[in-house]
């Protein structure tokens, strides 16, 4: 079965540094992958994905990812994170193949706190 | 457009009670997962549905635990005679028709069981 590890579980950045927030999934063939942002007692909004083409996504808020299938890696960067980017961050995965619903599995979430 | 709507936000019940969490889709939206997050934990998926069709409840606990997605109406996850455990928050996520995999989340129900 998918599975997604999240390396870390909270990432403390003083405000205006960059920032890289790790994501590693169990190996497939072919995989859609994702990353969430969830806000404090909110639900989760879509940052960017990756479908097929490009390795390097550009999302929302100035965030990209990189997908390496080599390594099984889809790691969320950030050249100068804000303070308003204090929020929880998930990694999900679904499986394209036959059969697939269209079910994410999540990672177990990282803590991203920007400090001034 | 609205996005995905879900009610109550907060809802408390004691044990033994039932609970019914409602989720609205987006407009144009025939599908529906439920995910479930406890604390400290990411998204567990649920279930899967579409208009009077469950697709995959292969996450839903076998017991006590159900779903409807009724061809008017909201989809609706119920749980009956809740337990001190089902206590979490609980998203819904629509998503339009033939794309599986542009999932959009309401704010979610936040349950406590006392």
């Known amino acids: 079965a998918q599975s997604v590890t999240q390396l870390d579980s909270q990432v403390p950045v003083f405000e205006e540094a960059p920032v890289e927030l790790r994501c590693n999934y169990s190996s497939s063939v072919s995989v859609y992958l994702f990353w969430y942002v969830q806000y404090p007692n909110q639900g989760l909004q879509l940052l960017l994905k990756?479908?097929?083409?490009?390795?390097l996504v550009k999302g929302i808020n100035g965030f990209e990812a990189e997908f390496n299938k080599s390594q099984t890696s889809f790691h969320l960067r950030k050249p100068s994170v804000h303070i308003s980017d204090t929020a929880e961050y998930f990694c999900?995965?679904?499986?394209?193949?036959?059969?697939?619903?269209?079910?994410?599995?999540f990672g177990q979430g990282t803590t991203l706190q920007v400090k001034p | 457009n609205a996005g995905v709507m879900q009610n109550p936000r907060h809802l408390v019940r004691r044990r033994g009670q039932e609970a019914r969490l409602r989720c609205s889709p987006m407009k144009g939206h025939s599908h529906v997962y439920w995910y479930r997050q406890l604390p400290e934990e990411g998204l567990k998926f649920m279930v899967y549905?579409?208009?009077?069709?469950?697709?995959?409840e292969s996450g839903m606990p076998k017991e006590r635990f159900s779903a409807e997605f009724p061809k008017e109406g909201p989809s609706i996850l119920r749980i009956q005679q809740v337990v001190r455990g089902d206590s979490a928050a609980y998203f819904c996520?629509?998503?339009?028709?033939?794309?599986?995999?542009?999932?959009?989340f309401g704010p979610g129900t936040r349950l406590t069981v006392l």
């Open positions: 549905l579409q208009k009077e069709n469950i697709i995959d």
């Open positions: 999900a995965v679904s499986d394209p193949g036959s059969g697939n619903t269209g079910k994410l599995i």
């Open positions: 990756y479908l097929s083409g490009s390795t």
């Open positions: 996520a629509s998503s339009p028709e033939r794309i599986y995999n542009e999932q959009f």
